[in-house]
């Protein structure tokens, strides 16, 4: 039972920090549009989408390799790997300030002071989300977490001070926001004693090549899709049919929030226990999809029985049109989350490339869904085209975690003999009660180890 609750406690600080990861940034955003006028407030804006899309890179080359193949590793394996991880960041950090200063080169004049200011800080940016990502491969949640308060302590500070000496302005806010996360950076070093090493940034990048290239693929496949959906819905309907959906998205966010938190602490917790079974790994698909998808009804329906003035006060005018297209919105959610289970599975299992055919089919089914449905329904139309194509995919996720769960079975068979040999860990006796079927060896595993010793920032030997 203690087991239990310190797996439990681990996956609280998972949504804790995603949740302060994305409150942060809008809370951010509010200020800064009070602060500038809307023309300077477009150009940090585009400062954000700059970070956003080279987190996303980041993570797809280093956060999300290091969650999959080292989060079983001993120490000194994991520290010698994170090393070229932590450099590899840098790198992609300095050429996310290359973009920057291009950017400001060919593009508008009020561009410049957030591009250079973003450019100045965007290696410490990218360091500091390799180090929330390398506290999750280690499934150190809490630090994951103390490294964003941290962030968000000193932010609020530069923030008040600019703004107490009247010395606000696009170049300084975008300073503050990217300089604050170096104090995360530091932390990440005390608390993973490791420093990023460039040198070894090629070594990274070979070594982990058959998972980074397909997970990066994925993500350009994915947000090409996404983005050209949504504007070919605005080219087929109206700004305001795209506004609703937009707004959809924007209000059922939290539910994406928490899916993010359950993958973040569910891939690496499961990777790192490469002899779970088939039939183990298959029930906490079920568990993990069950849990997530149901969340999905409470928080909807709390939302269709708010009244317009509640929704209108909080949400603003957005709330008028992504009411209108809520409800698809939302089973588009629910199938999403379903399909969460088999996703962690397969990520956990290092199953890339599966994945990344599964995001390329995906992409003209809903292209295809997204010009017929708006031309015939507009957003309404739009958001069935998601839901629908969510729901088409789902039995493809199932069936692709199926096939791969049997050549484990099969794996785990021919490796018998020689694992018949190894002694049981008495500690799995009190695992074992959790579960229905008394699975002795798989429920103390999931709920074993506890990883890293917060008081001491070190991790423990397996």
Known sequence: ?????????????????????????????????????????????????????????????????????????????????????????????????????????????????????????MPILLLHDAGRMACYARTDAKGAALLDLSWNLLLAVALAALILTSTASLFSLTLAWGGSAAVGVLIAWRRLGVMATPFGALRWLRDQSDLWAYLLGEYVIGLGAAQLAILLAGALTTATEVGSLRGAQVILGPLGILATAAFQFAIPEISKRAHLSARYRARMATLLSGALCAVVPVYVGILVLVPDDYGQRV?????????????????????????????????????????????????????????????????????????????????????????????????????GDESSSVSVDPAMSEASAMLPGGELDQAAEFSGPAGPDPSRGRHRKR
């Open 1 to 121: 039972m203690v087991r239990f609750l310190r797996l439990a406690r681990k996956a609280g600080w998972a949504i804790t920090d995603q949740g302060m990861y994305a409150l942060s940034n809008l809370v951010v955003s509010i200020i800064l549009a009070r602060l500038l006028d809307r023309e300077r407030f477009g150009a940090y804006a585009t400062a954000f989408l700059i970070f956003s899309i080279a987190v996303a890179v980041e993570r797809a080359i280093v956060g999300q390799p290091l969650q999959i193949k080292l989060s079983g590793s001993t120490d000194e394996v994991f520290r010698s790997a994170l090393r070229g991880a932590m450099g590899t960041a840098v790198l992609i950090g300095l050429v996310g300030s290359a973009v920057c200063l291009t950017v400001w080169q060919v593009g508008q004049d009020v561009l410049g002071p957030s591009m250079v200011a973003l450019a100045l800080t």
């Open 315 to 415: 949400f603003g005018e957005t709330w008028v049109g992504a009411r209108h297209v809520l409800v698809p919105m939302a089973i588009a959610a629910f199938f999403s989350t379903l399909g969460s289970g088999p996703a962690v599975i397969l990520y956990s299992l290092g199953k890339a490339r599966l994945t990344f055919w599964l995001h390329a089919a995906k992409a003209p089914m809903l292209l295809a869904g997204i010009v017929v449905g708006s031309v015939k329904f507009g957003a309404l139309g739009a958001a069935w085209t998601l839901a629908i194509t969510e729901a088409l995919m789902l039995p493809a996720w199932i069936a692709a975690m199926m096939r791969v769960l049997a050549t484990v079975d099969e794996s785990q068979s021919a490796e």
